[in-house]
């Protein structure tokens, strides 16, 4: 199933086009959380273990379909200029509460280290306006996973 994406990101694949929503909306959104999990220069492994988490309950992928696709993933955010693309994703292979979904991810990621940083606020306030959540629900959203860490 990844295997047929990466030759896709490598520009090895001839036959796949870049609508593809089986395999599009899962590396959209891997990608996205990697971009906020990236976004203080770093990925922790409890922010990977977060993004790992987050993908096997959204797409019910198993292990190793996880670790292509997030290997996958980092190599498209070295090479992604920007975020359009991959939220334009999002938006056609997502429902409203799905996007809002995405959003609490998001959060979820960037309070896994229990600092929230400029940089992960303003990713996300970014993202949230480019799938068309609203600033309320962004902000019930991070509301959610302060609420669920105890803060």
């Known amino acids: 199933m990844f295997d047929g994406l990466v030759r896709f990101l490598t520009g090895a694949d001839n036959g796949r086009q870049p609508g593809d929503q089986n395999n599009d909306a899962s590396f959209a959104l891997a990608l996205l959380l990697i971009e906020v999990a990236h976004s203080d ?22 292990r190793s379909e996880v670790t292509r696709l997030m290997e996958a993933a980092r190599e498209g955010a070295i090479k992604a200029t920007d975020l359009h ?30 600092v929230l940083t400029g940089d ?5 306030r970014r993202v949230a306006g480019l ?21």
Do not use: C, P
């Open 120 to 124: 992960e606020d303003a990713l996300i």
């Open 41 to 62: 220069d770093r990925l922790e492994a409890r922010e990977q273990s977060i993004i790992e988490r987050a993908l096997v309950r959204r797409f019910g992928l198993d």
């Open 131 to 151: 799938i068309y959540v609203s600033d309320r629900e962004r902000g019930e959203a991070k509301r959610r996973v302060i609420q669920r860490l105890g803060k």
């Open 85 to 114: 693309h991959f939220t334009q994703i999002v938006v056609t292979n997502f429902n409203e509460q799905e996007r809002i979904d995405v959003i609490e991810m998001l959060w979820d990621v960037a309070y896994s280290d229990s």
